[in-house]
């Protein structure tokens, strides 16, 4: 990825997901169309997806679509 692809704004931060696989994670609203880092499918403007490292010691996160890695928004602030 090129270094001035970072300074634009591509996602939008929805708030914190569950994976349906367990876990958190943070979920994120695309702003332009992406690439997910896994199956390299599109990620459609609007679509949810979640960042993960691409490979072990990754330093950058990937975009991950939701079809990779299910999630569910829970912005209700559920209990802990
Ligand atoms: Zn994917």
Redesign the pocket.
Request: hydrophobic share 10%; proline share 0%; aromatic share 0%.
């Given at each position: 990825m090129a270094i001035e692809e970072r300074r634009k704004v591509k996602s939008n931060q929805v708030g914190l997901a569950t994976l349906s696989a367990g876990g958190r994670t943070t979920a994120y609203r695309a702003i332009v169309e992406l690439m997910?880092g896994?199956?390299g499918?599109p990620i459609q403007p609007g679509a949810l997806f979640s960042r993960h490292a691409p490979y072990k010691g990754a330093i950058h996160l990937a975009p991950?679509?939701i079809?990779?890695r299910p999630l569910r928004v829970s912005d209700a602030g559920e209990g802990r």
């Open positions: 997910c896994m199956c499918q991950t679509c079809r990779c």
